[in-house]
């Protein structure tokens, strides 16, 4: 073969590639554009997914998470525009185009006085069949309170355990585990902020405040290349601004937290002149250590047992975020934002746990005048510190620190959309601790990312076709990681739609605790050439046999691979089926075999014998199937997942303690009463028992540490023997949360709403674990009764 005719070929291959691309943002001088924002009239909010569409034609478009649209390729002449949205009035404009013109415009809808009856299109079915949103699911301040709450406070922590593919798992330091992912895998994103800990260590409350929530994106697997730096999952939550008219606020407590939100404009918008400059700011805290010595006269102890005690429950929190908001009448903004969460768990005589979280950042987004470009982007910089003291005066004690800077370009076209991102990336992790001989080890790494990626949305006929690709960038190994991927749907008719995700993924951030650890409230991050004191091979098992392959890096790597099926029961049922298998070919774990310290001395030693941390691969393979119903009074969801994990280690193929075979969440709300002013809300949630590893027998321990003691008379400490890894299961969980609600309206903008509520409504005693020492069983939290009053102004 010719290599000059190869290499022509190739270069021509390319060049016809990209021409086919970018060809359509260059013909948009043959034609007009018109894009901007569209805003809720009453308060200035975004509206999401409106359409915004040409009448008689075949143009138009739908609203992102920011309200923004963007109709392009008009051809020059008069036009009808319409904007339409469930539960506003529609909007109807006159436009008129010329060649070649770039238009810039706010639309403004007013909320229908009158309840709409039936519509021909929802929002939501107008995103499901433009955009490909594989294994995504979108959650809504609305959807957040049709759950059950924990104290009368609307809480996400509470709705992310019924999304499909999420495993919760417990009230006590429980942790969410993504389609095999653990949370170190889980990217946790607040206005582009990296979140280290979204959850307090009670369990039932997260850090976020759920009022100011806009949208809340939960990526289960097979996401685009916008996203890196996680091998599992991405949670992106963007909040809303502050109230752009009149101060406002909202005042709640229950025996479990208070909360105080107040919001307002610095400078008001107006029809006249929609600019603005807004504020909001929310704290809430937590006093059940004190008020549960009244409400709630048990405790318990470091593992978790319920013991009966006055001295009330262990746990305490405070959340504090704020952001302010500057708006200009062209839709081109910028926020600035920052938090600060704080943890602590006090076990009187025997541990105390504190974290404290901190971050700011800011971003923006920019609409050039006469360019149908859209610009975007983001700096933040947050920190996280954890510490337990334990009872010996051995202290473990993790920090990380990281910044995050990115610049975003998006052109549209028609139907398609071009978006390339330049972003970098820096952390440090410090993490002290005892190891298993009792020394004191500390491992302090610093490293940086460059990450860019290119993301096409390419619509053809019935099909939506969404390839990306993203170049990463470690320089603490150096590793240059290519990450190509791609999502695809069809829309086989009006009520019908198939739809693939997949690629490849890396990060390099791993944790400092075990994936067989049932709970671990200390949760220490650690990064960088650390991980190049790894062995030198992979192993996996491949039809039954052993085998490996040379490490060339410390990342974790994984491969997703998603098929789904969505349904639509005519214009109120909704749903979906996925199938999903993630291949995890390079997992760092905490090394649970370990004899010999790592040092010449032992050089000679197997490898899994001696190193800290060793390299595991894994699978992770099942189904998710999602019922939705949701009309007038009603509404409600319904989820079975069917999973399996695996890990194996070089040695032995195990289930992690996370493998749930079965999954089952039923959620209901109904409004009744005068006015619809009343509401109750179920949910009951079913799990199969979770592995655990069972114990063999016992012996008596002698430490020998007094070399003069004669072993045959010293009395030792009880020990076990355990069995094979995760061989046995737990029993089946189930629970049932209700609440009901009240509504009252002292004046226009006041409401006042009381709500009574219980978790574990029949008092099932689930296990957490079982205490092999003291042969006693662990269970998670009893019936919670509470009751809670809040009043927004």
Not at 6 to 22: P, Q
Not at 699 to 719: H, M, P, R, V
Request: include cysteine.
């Amino acid at each position: 073969m010719n290599p000059f005719n190869f290499n022509t070929r190739f270069l021509f291959s390319v060049l016809l590639f990209w021409l086919a691309i970018l060809l359509p943002f260059f013909l948009h001088a043959q034609t007009a554009t018109l894009r901007g924002f569209v805003y809720d009239k009453s308060d200035g909010e975004p509206v999401i997914f409106a359409n915004v569409y040409f009448i008689g034609t075949g143009i138009g478009s739908a609203t992102d998470a920011n309200g923004y649209y963007s109709i392009t390729n008009i051809p020059p002449g008069d036009y009808s525009l319409t904007v339409s949205y469930l539960g506003y009035d529609t909007l109807r404009i006159p436009f008129t185009f010329r060649a070649g013109q770039v238009i810039t415009r706010s639309l403004y809808i007013t909320k229908s006085a009158i309840e709409l009856q039936a519509v021909e299109i929802s929002a939501e079915k107008q995103a499901a069949q433009t955009e490909v949103r594989t294994s995504v699911i979108t959650i809504t301040p609305k959807q957040i309170k049709q759950l059950p709450t924990v104290g009368g406070e609307p809480e996400i922590a509470q709705y992310l355990q019924v999304l499909p593919g999420v495993i919760f798992t417990g009230d006590q330091g429980g942790q969410l585990y993504i389609r095999g992912g653990t949370p170190i895998q889980n990217k946790v994103l607040l206005d582009g902020m990296t979140v280290y800990n979204p959850f307090h260590s009670i369990g039932l409350f997260s850090v976020f405040d759920s009022d100011i929530i806009r949208t809340c994106d939960v990526y289960t697997g097979g996401f685009n290349a916008e996203y890196g730096d996680r091998v599992s999952s991405v949670m992106d939550i963007k909040t809303r601004d502050g109230n752009k008219k009149r101060f406002a606020g909202k005042l709640s407590a229950n025996p479990f937290t208070s909360k105080l939100l107040i919001e307002g404009p610095i400078r008001k918008y107006s029809e006249d002149n929609p600019g603005s400059i807004t504020y909001i700011l929310s704290a809430k805290s937590s006093y059940l250590k004190e008020s549960s010595k009244l409400f709630y006269p048990y405790n318990f102890n470091s593992d978790g047992k319920i013991i009966s005690s006055p001295g009330g429950l262990p746990y305490t929190f405070n959340d504090f975020y704020g952001k302010l908001s500057v708006n200009s009448a062209s839709g081109s903004r910028v926020n600035f934002f920052g938090f600060n969460f704080i943890d602590r768990v006090n076990y009187q005589f025997i541990s105390d746990l504190r974290w404290n979280s901190y971050g700011f950042g800011s971003n923006f987004i920019l609409v050039p005048a006469l360019s149908p470009l859209l610009v975007d982007g983001n700096f933040s910089y947050s920190k996280y510190d954890i510490s337990l003291q334990e009872a010996d005066g051995k202290l473990r004690a993790s920090s990380i620190t990281g910044f995050n800077a990115a610049l975003n370009f998006s052109y549209f076209s028609s139907k398609n959309e071009l978006k390339y991102w330049l972003e970098v990336a820096g952390f440090s992790t410090d993490f002290e601790f005892y190891n298993s001989a009792n020394r004191y080890i500390n491992e302090p790494n610093n490293t940086t990312e460059l990450a860019g990626f290119l993301r096409y949305q390419w619509t053809v006929g019935q099909f939506i076709f969404e390839p990306s690709f993203r170049l990463q960038y470690y320089a603490s190994f150096p590793y240059t990681s290519p990450e190509p991927r791609l999502g695809i749907k069809y829309n086989a008719t009006d009520n019908i739609r198939i739809k693939f995700g997949g690629g490849l993924y890396s990060q390099n951030l791993f944790s400092a605790v075990s994936d067989r650890d049932v709970v671990n409230l200390f949760y220490g991050f650690l990064s960088g050439p650390f991980q190049s004191r790894l062995q030198d091979s992979v192993y996996f098992i491949a039809g039954g046999d052993t085998l490996a392959y040379e490490r060339k890096h410390g990342l974790q790597t994984a491969r997703h691979a998603i098929l789904g099926f969505e349904y639509d029961l005519g214009t109120r049922i909704t749903m979906t089926l996925e199938g999903y298998y993630k291949k995890f070919t390079q997992l760092t774990n905490l090394n649970r075999n370990k004899i010999f310290d790592d040092i010449d001395q032992y050089k000679d030693k197997p490898y899994y014998q001696r190193l800290n941390f060793i390299i595991e691969t894994g699978d992770a393979y099942g189904f998710d199937f999602v019922l939705k119903y949701d009309y007038k009074r009603w509404y409600v969801w319904a989820v079975y997942s069917q999973s399996y994990v695996t890990r194996f280690d070089g040695l032995i193929l195990y289930p992690p303690h996370f493998d749930r075979r079965h999954n089952v969440n039923l959620v209901a709300s109904y409004n009744f009463g005068k006015d619809l002013t009343w509401e109750f809300d179920a949910r009951w949630n079913y799990g199969s028992g979770f592995p655990f590893t069972k114990t063999a027998g016992f012996y008596e321990k002698i430490s020998f540490e007094d070399i003069n003691q004669n072993y045959l008379t010293a009395n030792g400490e009880l020990a076990y023997v355990y069995g094979p890894i995760n061989d046995g299961r737990l029993p089946d969980y189930h629970r049932l949360d209700l609440t009901v609600k009240k509504k009252f309206f002292p004046s226009e903008n006041s409401t006042l709403e009381v709500v009574a509520s219980v978790v574990n409504a029949y008092n099932r005693q689930n296990i957490f674990y079982f205490d092999r020492i003291r042969y006693e069983r662990v269970d998670q939290l009893p019936i919670l009764p509470s009751f809670g009053i809040s009043w927004s102004f």
